[in-house]
Each structure stands twice: as structure tokens, then as C-alpha cells.
């Protein structure tokens, strides 16, 4: 195994994975897994430093194409407290791919988790080894996502219906990583009944000493609907999630899947120890200049829209001097003035003229003063 060959002999991860396989370390998962009841003391993981989970959580959740390096920048100029997380890069892409182009990202960002995709309990070991030394707050396993490609690797939501070798993962990550290991999972897939999957899946990660659970609160219908569908179509069931919480007491639950604003998230919160956005933070950000005034009572970090903008002017210029284009800054900024006078106009400057070859940070400033000149004509 490639970790012990770099340590210079038997790995940790190795004892972890011949006990994870051991008929001991099964009968253990298996008393764990039971009818839904609060777990006992001897099953409950430690409590967690409250400085990476602050209570109450806020996090932004990862998503395909969209939560790269530049748009974590931005988001981190809208809240300090909000956890950040990367794209979901596979196990296979971190061990063999461009490590610094896949993993780098900037010390404004933190705390930053960074989320695997994958199933080899050896494989997501060394992933996490190599995502903690390049810095990253937490590892994060994918247990929910629905695409057909993610199926086919055999990670994301398909691994509901495994969740012995979900564990054997955790307890591979936990041995090899001193930061938290957590999951994001489903309810449930296809034809299981969610009480028993997401009770027998979080009771299995839980004995192999997961830190954290981020719960998408709707089933993924492997078969039948597309990715874009199981965003939208099965129901969302917010109370399997509290009754979770409610049986897992000392364990951080996370809720995620359909929530829209700072003010639904707030309602959660009297259930659940966290919220995370998806959707509505990214295509709506301005969103996220309320979560520390509203859910932790602290000032944002920048007052408005156009100082938070104007405080990643900086970050822009050393990025356009190291040969990225504006575009791929910018194009995470098209919903930042959503809903308000001049946010069409600012968003038809930024499409039209930040993806040409040349397009500098001026962009972005004739694009906020075309919103400022359209408030200011509808002022009139």
C-alpha cells in the first residue's frame, strides 16, 4: 500500500482496516445499529472543540462546478463563520492527479473542508492524509451524490446501500487524519425505508468514529431520475433528520437540501446543530452577509455587497498576474445583486465583457457602478 511505502513500513491504516474486517469490529456495528432510541453513553463519539463546530453551524455546501477556490474567496469576504467546503474530487484524482491544481486554495478560506468521492478504505486514507498537509480543516465523505458516473465508481449515494464499507472508510480516514472526518449522506435510496437506512448507516459511521453527520434530507432515486432531478423531485422530509438528531444526541447533525434562506435556517436550528446551503448561497450570496449578524450575532465582514466586492479587487489582481482569467472569478459574482435595481444590468456587463482574453479587474468595477447608476435612475 502506497502509505506504508511512504512511512517506511506497516501503516496505521492498516490495523484500522484488518479490525474494520474483523468479525469483533462487525458485531460492534451491529450492536450499534438498532431500533431508533437515543444512543448510550458508551456509544456516543467525544465531544468536538467547539472551535471547528461552533454551535450553532452555518456551512455552504459543496457542489459540482460551482465551489472552487475563487468562489470560496468570495464567500469567505461575505462570513468569517461559515464552514466551506471544495468541490467533490474523487480518491483517484487526489493520489494521482495535479495535487496543487486540484487542492491549493487560499489561506482566506479557512476553516475549508475539502469532500472525497470514493469507496477504498485505503485509497480515501491516503486522500485524507494528503488533503490534511495541504491544510484542510476537515475531510468530508460523499455518501449523496446521485450522478450515474458516481454510481459507476462505486462512491456517493450508492454507498447507502453499503454502509459497512462507509464505515471501514471513516475508520481508515480517522486513523490516518487528526482532523475531523465527517459525511454527507441521504435519507435513504430508491426503495429503502429511510428510518432503517439513515439509522443503520449513521449508527455505522458513528461506531467507526465519524465527528460529524451533514444530512441531505430527501431520498436519491438512483433509478429513474437524473442528478438534476434528485435535487428537486423526492420529497424533502425534514423531521427524519430531527428524529436523527434527537438519537444522536452529542453528535453534530447537519441539515441540508432545500433551504433557502437565513431565516428557514434559523428554524432548523431548534432541531439540528447546523444548517448548510447549497443552491440558494451560490446563485443568491448576498444571502450569506446575513449569517453572522443573524445566527452567531457578529458583524459580517464587510457591511454591503459592493465592500465585499471591492475587498476581492486585490485577490482578483493577483490572480489575473498569475495567468487565470477574470471569468473564472466572475462568473461566481453573477447573483450577487440579485433582487436588486441594476442587477440585470450588472450581470449582462459581467457576462459580455468578463469573458473576453484581456477583461481586467475594471470589469467588475464598470459592472458595479452600472448597478449604482440604475438605483440611482430609479431613485429619481
Not at 58 to 78: E, G, I, Q
Request: charged share 20%; glycine share 8%; hydrophobic share 45%.
Amino acid at each position: 500500500m502506497r502509505l506504508a511505502a511512504e512511512t517506511g513500513g506497516a501503516s496505521p491504516v492498516d490495523g484500522v482496516l484488518a479490525m474494520a474486517a474483523s468479525a469483533a469490529y462487525t458485531q460492534a456495528v451491529a450492536a450499534a445499529i438498532g431500533p431508533l432510541r437515543p444512543m448510550r453513553a458508551s456509544e456516543q463519539e467525544a465531544e468536538l472543540p467547539m472551535s471547528y463546530f461552533p454551535t450553532p453551524i452555518f456551512s455552504v455546501a459543496p457542489m459540482m462546478d460551482w465551489t472552487d477556490s475563487n468562489c470560496r474567496v468570495f464567500h469567505r469576504l461575505l462570513s468569517r463563520r461559515a464552514l466551506l467546503y471544495t468541490e467533490m474530487l474523487t480518491t483517484g484524482a487526489v493520489i494521482h492527479g495535479d495535487r496543487q491544481r486540484l487542492l491549493g486554495f487560499d489561506p482566506s478560506e479557512h476553516p475549508v473542508a475539502l469532500q472525497l468521492g470514493g469507496s477504498n478504505p485505503a485509497d480515501l486514507a491516503t486522500a485524507a492524509k494528503i488533503g490534511e498537509d495541504f491544510g484542510y480543516d476537515e475531510i468530508n465523505l460523499n455518501v449523496g451524490c446521485p450522478s450515474d458516473r458516481v454510481k459507476e465508481g462505486r462512491f456517493g449515494a450508492c454507498l447507502m446501500a453499503e454502509p459497512a464499507l462507509v464505515a471501514e472508510g471513516i475508520a481508515a480516514m480517522k486513523a490516518a487524519v487528526k482532523v475531523p472526518v465527517t459525511v454527507k449522506c441521504r435519507i435513504g435510496i430508491d426503495d429503502q425505508d429511510p428510518e432503517v437506512a439513515l439509522d443503520t448507516l449513521a449508527r455505522s459511521v458513528v461506531a467507526a468514529g465519524v465527528d460529524a453527520l451533514v444530512v441531505h434530507a430527501r431520498k436519491a432515486w438512483l433509478n429513474g431520475l437524473s442528478p438534476k432531478e434528485n435535487r428537486d423531485i423526492p420529497p424533502l422530509d425534514y423531521d427524519r433528520v430531527y428524529r436523527l438528531k434527537q438519537a444522536l444526541p452529542n453528535i453534530p447533525i447537519i441539515i441540508n437540501g432545500g433551504i433557502t434562506s437565513i431565516a428557514a435556517a434559523k428554524q432548523h436550528l431548534a432541531h439540528v446543530d447546523g444548517v448548510m446551503l447549497g443552491r440558494a448561497a451560490y446563485q443568491e450570496p448576498w444571502r450569506l452577509l446575513d449569517v453572522d449578524p443573524e445566527l452567531f450575532g457578529e458583524a459580517a465582514p464587510h457591511a454591503s455587497m459592493k465592500q465585499a466586492l471591492e475587498a476581492l479587487l486585490p485577490y482578483i489582481e493577483r490572480q489575473l498576474a498569475q495567468g487565470v482569467r477574470l471569468h473564472a472569478i466572475t462568473r461566481h459574482l453573477i447573483g450577487a445583486y440579485q433582487g436588486v435595481p441594476g442587477a440585470r444590468a450588472f450581470r449582462r456587463y459581467l457576462s459580455e465583457f468578463g469573458v473576453k482574453p484581456d477583461a481586467d479587474a475594471s470589469v467588475l468595477i464598470k459592472a458595479m457602478v452600472a448597478v449604482e447608476e440604475r438605483a440611482s435612475a430609479e431613485a429619481a
